[in-house]
């Protein structure tokens, strides 16, 4: 098992494939993210980032469920930065507005209650009111597979 073995597209279907013949773990697609996201950084997809250690209590926690029960195990999904992960701050891409929730979003929960596993959270127009990903404080999105596009609007960051 290695990060190598992580595939480029990180599709449902590729990861579940990859889980169950053991070509690589969860831990090492969250490496392989983390990388990914390192290279990427002027891209400006992220307000906050994938990091270890705040993906790690999500990895523990796969050790309590059953894959076979838990159709989205170790499937990792990024937020948009104005929807609530508990003790993730939220800013909506505006500083000021920031707060930390102390629950998750019915979404997240839905999602982390499947196996899923939240990675960091994503930029997006500022309140989620433009149209090309350029009004953000922390910085103008950019397309991660096609820089001659635009990332979108108001999920720019996701997008």
């Known amino acids: 098992m290695s990060i190598q073995g992580v595939p480029f597209e990180l599709s449902i279907h590729a990861l579940q494939q990859g889980y169950r ?43 309590g469920l059953d894959p076979a029960v838990c159709p989205l195990w170790g499937i990792p999904f990024a937020v948009k930065d104005n929807i609530d992960v508990a003790g993730w701050p939220v800013t909506a891409a505006c500083p000021d507005y920031a707060y930390v929730p102390e629950r998750h979003a019915p979404v997240v929960e839905r999602l982390i209650r499947a196996g899923a596993i939240p990675v960091g959270k994503t930029n997006l127009d500022q309140f989620a009111t433009g149209l090309v990903g350029t009004r953000s404080p922390y910085g103008e999105t950019h397309n991660a597979l096609r820089p001659e596009l635009i990332s979108g609007g108001s999920s720019s960051g996701s997008a």
């Open 21 to 63: 013949s053991g070509s690589f773990t969860p831990q090492e697609v969250i490496a392989a993210i983390i990388g990914r996201v390192e290279r990427d950084s002027g891209m400006n997809i992220w307000i906050m980032p994938p990091e270890e250690e705040r993906i790690a209590p999500y990895l523990e926690g796969l050790k």
